[in-house]
């Protein structure tokens, strides 16, 4: 009996220990399995950091891009305004310096006709002076004389305020090639 009895404590003894073991292995399990879910859930959490930190860095490269972009396009504008404010100037330098030429010659024409008016002038004075002495000559000579001065001197004032007109244009084309709103 005290065999048996011996056995029996040796045999719950054996199972005991038997579950202690199984039941150590359950919770090492356990833990391993606990240790395995963080490990997951951290590099879950990691790389759903770094796709938001990719995102994130993406949509500021496209900003960057989209900036360049427009400044690109607003140089470019620029420049196309640039150049056409420089052709504008350029046309509007060419007509100045040809408005003036045609100015110049017009002066010069109309001060030729003031001196052909002038020397007409002058002879028809020495045609007057050169007339003969004869009382009815000089009534009749003297009436033609006074009419052909009195043309002379309108065709003579004509002539000095077209020649004022021309040089007033001429000051006022020079000035206005001059000033800085060109």
């Known amino acids: 009996a005290a065999a048996a009895e011996r056995r029996r404590e040796e045999a719950e003894a054996r199972a005991a220990s038997v579950e202690a073991e199984r039941r150590r292995q359950y919770e090492a399990r356990a833990a391993a399995d606990e240790r395995a879910a963080a490990a997951e859930s951290a590099a879950a959490l990691a790389l759903a950091s770094h796709e938001r ?20 396009e607003r140089e470019r504008a620029q420049a196309a305004e640039s150049e056409r404010l420089r052709a504008h100037c350029s046309t509007l330098e060419a007509a100045a310096a040809t408005l003036r030429r045609r100015l110049r010659d017009e ?23 050169a007339a003969p002495r004869d009382p009815r000559e000089a009534v009749r000579g003297g ?9 002379f001197e ?3 004032a004509d002539a000095r305020a077209e020649v004022a007109a021309l040089r007033a244009a001429r000051a006022a084309s020079v000035s206005a090639s001059a000033s800085p709103e060109r």
């Open 53 to 72: 930190q990719a995102k994130e860095r993406e949509r500021k490269v496209a900003e960057l891009e989209r900036a360049r972009a427009q400044a690109t």
């Open 107 to 129: 002066a010069a024409e109309a001060e030729a006709a003031l001196a052909a008016v002038r020397a007409e002038g002058e002879a028809a004075a020495a045609a007057a002076v």
């Open 143 to 151: 009436g033609l004389a006074a009419v052909e001065r009195e043309a």
């Open 154 to 156: 309108r065709r003579l």
